[in-house]
Structures are given as structure tokens and as C-alpha cells.
């Protein structure tokens, strides 16, 4: 008899990007008791793959996605990404980890608002360590590939709110990481501009091979990824 599929099982077509197992992650509440968040998550993604994360809210999805990107530490369990574990690694080691490694996109852009829609994007590759002129080269580039070539200039405060999140999807890009995490990435954007969204942010993972983790409540973006996961009591099962 065959053993029964693991709900965070990748499909096992190519090279792992994420693997996590066995994760936990508890908090002190207020009065002192553990709240136990997540109880023993167990999942591998791919390289190219789409998986959305749903589930209700306040069940640690977000929580979830911060220790899969390393911006927080599980309690116990194992996470790798790209074959490297973050385990006793250094806040400033997480730091360049995470801008060499992961992509965020959030629900709110966070871009730096003194700073052109051009500058935005070329941040992480100067962080990197890549030139000026490489750095703009490839913000250029990916701006141009989500029809913003006329708004490098822009600062957010110019851009329409779909504008913003584009920017914020290219420059979680810039450096071609092969896992982009997105927390709710169309939330707070109307039906007509979410969709616009979703469409690059699919062609772009597609164009650019990045595995893609999709934490949302939006039914028409999560029936878009190769894989549904609904996150209760703390652990993944397949969404039914």
C-alpha cells in the first residue's frame, strides 16, 4: 500500500527551493500563557512553483510566511531555502540571506517615499553589491516589463496605488531570488486593479522562474497557484 501524500509535499518535478519541517512556533500572550501558533508544519516547494496559503484569519498565516522568508525564527523545526539552512545564522547574516535569497511583497508597498519608483527597484541590487549602472540597468529593465517606462521618475506619492504594487512586485525581483513571498499583495486595491496585478505578478514569476507563496483570502488569486494549502489548528492540509 502506498503511503498517504503529504499536504506540503512538493510534486517532485525539480529542484527544492523550500524545506521546512516539522515547524514550530509559539508566543507569550499578555497573561503569561503559550499560544501555540504553528504545531508542526511540514512543506517543500519547488523552483517555478505556485502555492497560495489560506485559511482564517488570526491562524498564523503571516506568521508562517515570516519564518518561510527568515524574518522570523521558529520555535523548533528546520527551515532551508536554496539548499541553505538559516539556523544560528546572524541578524546581519538574515539580512543579506533574505536580499540575496527571498522576495517580500506585502499587502501595504512600503516603498521609501523620497525615493523615485527607478530607486525603489535598484535598492536591493546596490545592497547586494552590484554597480550603479547595473542596478539601474535591471530596475529599467523590469519596470519597462510592467508597462511603468514612463513613471521611473515617480515617487510613490505620484504612482496610483496598482502602480505602487507593481513597483514593490519588481523590486522583490531585483535581484532574481528563486522564492517570492506575497502577504495578501492585492488587499488593499479594487477588483479591476487586483487583477491587472495578479497578471504580472504570475507573468513575472513565470518569465523569471521564482517559486511563489501567495498568502491571501482572495479566491480568484488563490484558484490561480498550482497549490491550494489551508493553514488550521497550526498545520497545513490540502484545501478540500
Known amino acids: 500500500m502506498s503511503e498517504p501524500a503529504v499536504a506540503g509535499a512538493a510534486p517532485s518535478t525539480g529542484e527544492l527551493v523550500v ?3 516539522d515547524v514550530h512556533r509559539s508566543f507569550q500572550s499578555p497573561d503569561g500563557r503559550e499560544l501555540h501558533v504553528l504545531r508542526g508544519v511540514d512543506l517543500e516547494i519547488e523552483s517555478g512553483e505556485t502555492i497560495a496559503i489560506v485559511g482564517p484569519s488570526g491562524a498564523g498565516k503571516s506568521t508562517l510566511l515570516h519564518i518561510l522568508g527568515a524574518l522570523d525564527r521558529p520555535t523548533a523545526g528546520a527551515v532551508r ?3 541553505r539552512g538559516v539556523a544560528g545564522l546572524t541578524d546581519r547574516q538574515l539580512a543579506r540571506f533574505r536580499n540575496e535569497l527571498v ?3 506585502f499587502q501595504f508597498h512600503h516603498l521609501l517615499r523620497d525615493f523615485s519608483a527607478l530607486e525603489n527597484v535598484m535598492l536591493p541590487r546596490l545592497v547586494a ?3 550603479r549602472e547595473e542596478a539601474e540597468s535591471r530596475a529599467r529593465e523590469l519596470l519597462e516589463e510592467v508597462g511603468l517606462g514612463e513613471r521611473l521618475s515617480h515617487r510613490p506619492g505620484k504612482l496610483s496605488g496598482g502602480e505602487q504594487q507593481r513597483v514593490a512586485v519588481v523590486r522583490a525581483l531585483a535581484n532574481e531570488p528563486p522564492l ?3 502577504d495578501e499583495p492585492s488587499g488593499n486595491l479594487d477588483t479591476e486593479t487586483s487583477q491587472r496585478l495578479h497578471d504580472v505578478l504570475f507573468a513575472l ?3 523569471h522562474g521564482s517559486a511563489l507563496v501567495v498568502v491571501t483570502h482572495d479566491r480568484e488569486l488563490a484558484g490561480r497557484t498550482g497549490r491550494v494549502l489551508r493553514l488550521v489548528g ?3 492540509e490540502p484545501e478540500s
Do not use: N
Open 19 to 21: 524545506e521546512a519541517l
Open 81 to 83: 531555502i536554496a539548499g
Open 103 to 105: 522576495g517580500f511583497v
Open 129 to 131: 553589491g552590484a554597480s
Open 180 to 182: 517570492l513571498l506575497a
Open 205 to 207: 514569476v513565470d518569465d
Open 234 to 236: 497550526g498545520v497545513l
